[in-house]
């Protein structure tokens, strides 16, 4: 058994030099160490802040970009309506000149229609004077190829003229 004890010396010796290990990394290693894990939590606890804040602001974001969407699909269905407004006046107002010139072009051709029936009834007055005198003239030459027929004539209408 003398295999699983040490001798004191060795055991003196052992806690010596795990003593002086010990002092050197107390005073040296530990502060070292422990200020590394404390500036890395410190350093994961600013990035976790950081992040919360990013997903506030993201959030915040995202809400202005709903609103932005929202105003704009408001203002595209007003600008929509003002556009079928406008184009619908427009129509109006096209149909309503339309309008305006058929009915000037339809007084125009009553007028012209006009005009053109009385230069036709005048100009067929004068053709019927032109062939009631020729007519006159005809039946008058065969009436009055003599002599006595014509002097009896202009005796009856002398009287006719009398009287009225």
């Known amino acids: 058994m003398d295999l699983f004890l040490p001798e004191s010396g060795l055991v003196v010796w052992m806690l010596l030099a795990f003593g002086i290990v010990f002092a050197v990394l107390a005073k040296f290693g530990w502060p070292i160490i422990l200020n590394s894990l404390q500036k890395r939590e410190e350093h994961i606890a600013e990035s976790l802040k950081k992040a ?3 997903i506030e ?4 974001l995202e809400q202005k970009g709903k609103d932005i969407i929202a105003s704009a699909e408001a203002e595209q269905i007003k600008m929509v309506g003002e556009t079928k407004t406008l184009n619908q006046k427009m129509i109006d107002d096209a149909k309503a000149e339309a309008t305006r010139e058929a009915d000037k072009i ?15 009834i005048a100009e067929l007055n004068q053709e019927v004077v032109k062939l009631s005198v020729q007519m006159a003239e005809k039946i008058l030459l065969r009436e009055l190829k003599d002599r006595k027929a014509q002097s009896d004539y202009v005796e009856t209408l002398l009287k006719d003229n009398s009287l009225s």
């Open 106 to 120: 339809i007084a125009s051709a009553r007028e012209q229609i006009v005009k053109e029936k009385e230069a036709a």
């Open 57 to 60: 602001t993201l959030s915040g």
């Open 52 to 54: 919360e804040e990013a």
